[in-house]
């Protein structure tokens, strides 16, 4: 299989035979390399976590310009889609625990808490709103219009005898069960300055053989950074040395 990252929580998987497609979103910062919708054609199906607009606000073009891909998303987000011109008949609607077979790809939705923005990031990006009031308004309220809901789920994806759990936002869910073989961990690292310590159990717990992280780059400015990985690779492997800690590149495909 390869894995290509695009920016922000967009994850291609390719097997060779079936293309999936996760999270959609071309960034909005001219200041750093971005995927733009054409990109994303080609793929058999698209997959998304939640709602929360970078991960689905380019899905309605993507359907627009290629005609046959589906959408598989839990309620909120079809709803959303459906306001935003996305045709029901295009959306495949899930629930946590369902399976779904798409190609050779077993995929088991798994329920996940959104991570909650911690004060010091916050802090790091308030100069950035002042100096781009216009531009936060603008986010913000297409933020609000594409909303998460409570729906968050992470992907178990197996093929190949290979296990992936992939997240588009992490924090774990109290009542839900996780793999305990998985071979590549697909963690999204945004939005906190403390992910090394809210991920430090679930690791130690589950212990992926591989964490390729996602989600760390200034996406969408003002309310974005880029967050450093470089506590989140040490604390790994010091804790861990056999993990083998993945930072892809841009568009860069990861051979697994």
């Known amino acids: 299989m390869k894995i290509t990252w695009y920016g922000t929580a967009t994850i291609g998987i390719d097997d060779g035979k079936t293309k999936l497609l996760f999270d959609p979103f071309v960034r909005m910062n001219k200041h750093i390399q971005t995927t733009p919708v054409e990109g994303f054609a080609g793929f058999d199906a698209v997959l998304v976590t939640h709602g ?25 987000p079809k709803k959303t889609l459906m306001k935003k011109g996305v045709a029901e008949e295009r959306i495949k609607v899930f629930s946590p625990d369902d399976v779904i077979t798409i190609g050779n790809y077993t995929i088991r939705p798994r329920r996940l808490r959104h991570i909650v923005f911690d004060p010091v990031y916050i802090l790091t990006v308030v100069p950035r709103c002042i100096l781009k009031f216009t531009r936060l308004f603008w986010v913000a309220y297409t933020n609000r219009t594409m909303p998460m809901g409570g729906e968050i789920v992470g992907f178990e994806i197996e093929n190949e ?36 310590e809210k991920t430090k159990s679930f690791i130690a717990k589950y212990h992926p053989k591989k964490i390729l992280v996602d989600h760390f780059d200034d996406a969408f400015p003002p309310l974005t950074r880029e967050v450093s990985v470089e ?26």
């Open 231 to 256: 506590r989140l690779r040490k604390t790994v492997k010091k804790n861990h040395p056999d993990i083998e800690f993945i930072i892809p590149e841009i568009c860069k495909d990861v051979v697994f």
């Open 52 to 76: 929360h607009f970078d991960h689905i606000y380019s899905i309605p073009e993507l359907l627009r310009a290629d005609e046959n891909v589906p959408v598989y998303c839990s309620e909120v």
């Open 161 to 196: 005898g290979k296990k992936i759990f992939l997240t588009g936002s992490f924090r774990e869910h109290p009542d839900e069960a996780y793999a305990d073989d998985i071979d590549m961990l697909i963690l999204a690292n945004g939005g906190s300055v403390f992910v090394p």
